[in-house]
């Protein structure tokens, strides 16, 4: 069997839910290893045999829960591995005790769609990999809880992470999706060439300022506000916001949050909606010379050393963050 194929435990203790997800999943064959398991003490102990990337467990079992046979698995597995339950509409507070004790990646609400089911598969491989790749990294983490839509690319676009923002939105978005093979694809050709070249570009240069991307046309309404930004090894970082979310820092905000005075808060606002130093400069009444000097302060009292880091940490800055410092300011 080939190594690099994803291994995914299915646990049920129906066995015609079993047979069912055997036959709606056989498309699938050729990307996974797919095992199932009626007994969740057995599935403990098929596990310590040899590990998973994904279990998929229903979450009231016979014996074991399925909460209860995570926790023992954790108590001895891979810590890449990622859980996803399915549970009924009257599971609420299970599903609670789930996040907070075991850290489930998804749940599921039964019946639960076989596209459903495959995203929601393939955005724990995503997350598998990039914890894999990046052992003890709190970055996915800290992504995770953004409200920022947060997508992490290789080349070709493949993800490597998306948080839930981002995976919501290219759920519901008509111009942007992940494709069965883990892609991020837009809907026309000019999008997508246009994000393939900065995404490009930025992993060629892990010093390129971040750039604004346009998926459509002029003449066209963006449905979405693009923007892409280096990572570094060989990965790029695309920040997706639709419109009426799209909340550009105000220069107090700016003020209040970075001690900067509002000069250097109007700097980084036009710099972090994609202007370069020159146009903050212009838009500020400065000269260049003059606008450089105070982006090594800006960069002092922020704690970042390149524009690049500047952007990346006033376009994750939450915008829920901002307001609340505002009323209680």
Known sequence: ?????????????EERMLSSL?????AQSGRWSMHYESDPVAAVERFREQPFDVVVSDLRMPGLTGLEMILQIQEFGPPHTEYILLTGNGDLDSAMTAINSAGVFRFLTKP???????????A????????????????????AHLSAAVVVVGRDLKVAYLNDSA??????????????????????????????????????SADIAPRFVKLLDDHEADEL????????????????SAPDRFEPPSVDSLVELFGLTRVEAALVQTIACGGTIEAAAKSSKV???????????????????????????????????????????
């Not at 883990?182 to 490009?200: E, F």
């Not at 506000?225 to 997706?240: C, E, F, H, N, S």
């Not at 606008?291 to 376009?315: C, E, H, P, W």
């Open 1 to 13: 069997m080939d190594q690099s194929i994803s291994r995914i435990l299915f646990v049920d203790d």
């Open 22 to 26: 055997r036959r709606v999943l056989r």
């Open 112 to 122: 639960t769609s076989t596209e459903d089911l495959v995203e929601a598969i393939d």
């Open 124 to 143: 724990a491989l995503a997350a598998v990999n990039l914890t894999r790749d990046n052992p003890g990294d709190l970055a996915s983490a800290a992504l």
């Open 167 to 204: 995976d919501e939105l290219a759920k519901s978005s008509s111009l942007v999706v992940l494709d069965p093979r883990g892609h991020l694809r837009v809907k026309t050709a000019k999008g997508q060439d246009a994000l393939s070249k900065a995404v490009d570009s930025a992993i060629q």
């Open 225 to 240: 506000k693009v923007v892409v930004m280096p990572l570094g090894a060989g990965r790029a970082a695309i920040l997706l």
């Open 287 to 329: 000269t260049v010379e003059t606008a450089r000097t105070y982006l090594k302060r800006i960069f002092q009292k922020t704690g970042v050393n390149r524009q690049v880091d500047l952007v990346q940490l006033i376009l994750s800055t939450p915008a829920s963050l901002i307001r609340a410092r505002r009323k209680t300011g």
